[in-house]
Nanobody, 123 residues
Framework: VQLQASGGGLVQTGDSLRLSCVIS????????LGWFRQAPGKGREFVAA????????RYDSSVEGRFTISRDDAKNSVYLQMNDLKPEDTAVYYC?????????????????WGQGTQVTVSS
């Protein structure tokens, strides 16, 4: 299983970006999908997750209300719509496929990871 993330870029505070992640192998609707991020000098942190068949979304409090995760199983894809971006959102963003069907924020619950896409928000 390979994951290809895209959509990152350099934007200004308050702008929006939409990240996409295509999964090479159909995982079916049985696996939760998630987004994580890693800023320079920091560990990987949870951003958002969506459960099987699009149910059970979960967000980190720092992005709640600004980011929206969604999935399209027909396209083997997961998306992250990011609005009202802030400089503290600057990081490399990774998509991942969970071992489980329900959304989870724990990195150890994810088996497959994409290569990451850089998001930089200038002030």
């Amino acid at each position: 299983v390979q994951l290809q993330a895209s959509g990152g870029g350099l934007v200004q505070t308050g702008d929006s970006l939409r990240l996409s992640c295509v999964i090479s192998k159909r995982t079916g609707s049985n696996n939760a999908l998630g987004w994580f991020r890693q800023a320079p000098g920091k560990g990987r942190e949870f951003v958002a997750a969506v459960g099987w068949r699009g149910g059970g979304t979960r967000y980190d409090s720092s992005v709640e209300g600004r980011f929206t995760i969604s999935r399209d199983d027909a396209k083997n894809s997961v998306y992250l719509q990011m609005n009202d971006l802030k400089p503290e959102d600057t990081a490399v963003y990774y998509c991942a496929v969970s071992l489980y069907s329900t959304s989870t924020s724990l990195p150890e619950h994810y088996r497959y990871w994409g290569q990451g896409t850089q998001v930089t928000v200038s002030s």
